[in-house]
């Protein structure tokens, strides 16, 4: 069996999330089916970096494949992109050791959240539009207190035993009428950037102040479950792996 | 009655074009609904720039709307978002003089043409992806052909009589992956702008040599129609009217 790391982008839109689910249409699955008409193999195996949720975009997953094939990896890339729908995309395809694995070699995960100020007829599937005015000043306080290593349990739908999570960082950028949240860390608890992020934009509408944050890092509160920011503005944007230098990136999407 | 002059952008994938038809879906159509409804009105008028074809969007398409009403601009806006889908947007709203007309007023257009040279997830809707290698340096050499006071009569499928164009500007640009090709006129043959981009990018395929344009030019040839880029990469990217300074946009999109 030969083993590769794959580098794909999506759009989240029309799947039930990454993960494979019988009755349901998944980027795994999508993959599974690519491989084995692209490959005409019945033994394989193909493994996220991490879970997207429905309607959540990548602009960079990286997955492990594992298949007997002698194919170069820039034909196996052009194959799996014949064999996949138009909104899934191979970006590259590299050999990897036998050892790779791409959810337990990933040192970090950086996650982007698109929030728009405007209406906009092309952006629909890919912002989360804010008709109230929002201070960007006070979000970028409030993300100061979130790095760092706290407790995330107000910040998550899962009942997890373990909620403690290095932030490695909290960054808000503006872009025009985009503001644009980038969230880094080893880790992320389910749905806890989007809960976050809908913690963030109520701060930057004047709802909460910034300090809000701090209270709901360890002491439970069942108030950013209620703010959960919705997932068409929710990107997976990257996830690291030992040796990669991390290179912030500050462009605003999308870049067609 | 009262006149305003409307501008917005469209995502035109899911509409049969602009101008209203019976039984089809337009954004003409969709204005009309959406003035019917946000201003409770039956005798109005909405007229565009001009029309588009099915599937191509606008990044800036004016209109005038002749109605009975008091509304503010910034209100009347408002209210025609409210009413409108989510991928028709009301840019602005502004009064104008009971004279204005926005087809007969415009002094010139510019469509912008997006080609990909790269597979996209996010893009399908808003690119040509054209999987051969392209050469810029010859399309820009053919584009230079297209410049001034030519007859376009082998660039347009309708049989119209006066098949003359004075094409102020051909511009072709580099981002990345995505080549931007703009032409600017004070009107357009139907079809004009894909046709002549579809004889660019064979161009640039190195399958036809830049000087075919220029014979083209005034002796008809079948060829261009058959080579119609399709409908997904263009744009209408604004109306000009006197006295606006034409200032070249080069940015990509799509900037949300």
Redesign the interface.
């Known amino acids: 069996m030969a083993r590769f790391r794959i580098d794909?982008?999506?759009?989240g839109t029309r799947y039930s999330g990454w993960q494979v689910q019988p009755n349901a249409r998944t980027v795994q699955g999508e993959l599974f089916g690519a491989v084995e008409r692209a490959l005409n193999v019945r033994q394989y195996d193909v493994q996220g970096s991490g879970r997207t949720d429905a309607g959540v975009?990548a602009l960079c997953q990286t997955a492990h494949l594992e298949a007997r094939t002698s194919l170069a990896p820039p034909l196996l890339r052009q194959r799996l992109?014949d064999a996949l729908p138009?909104?899934?995309?191979v970006l590259g395809v590299d050999r990897a050791p036998q050892s790779f694995h791409a959810r337990h070699d990933a040192v970090a995960r950086t996650y982007l959240y698109?929030v728009?100020r405007r209406?906009?007829?092309?952006?629909?599937r890919?912002?989360w539009w804010v008709k109230d005015p929002l201070q960007t000043r006070p979000m970028q306080a409030a993300a100061r207190f979130l790095v760092g290593l706290h407790d995330f349990r107000s910040f998550t739908a899962a009942s997890e035993a373990q909620t403690r999570v290095k932030l490695e960082e909290a960054r808000i950028d503006e872009?025009?009428d985009?503001i644009l949240i980038r969230l880094t860390a080893s880790h992320f608890l389910w749905k806890m950037v989007r809960q976050v992020v809908g913690v963030l934009v109520e701060v930057g509408r004047g709802r909460l102040p910034p300090q809000q944050i701090q209270t709901w890092l360890g002491t439970f509160s069942p108030e950013p479950a209620k703010l959960t920011a919705p997932p068409s503005g929710l990107f997976l944007e990257r996830a690291w792996y030992p040796g990669e230098k991390r290179a912030s990136d500050s462009r605003?999407?999308?870049?067609?």
Chains 1, 2 share one sequence.
């Open positions: 794909l982008e999506y759009e975009h992109n138009a909104d899934i995309n698109q728009s209406r906009t007829a092309f952006g629909k890919f912002v872009d025009g985009l605003p999407l999308l870049r067609v």
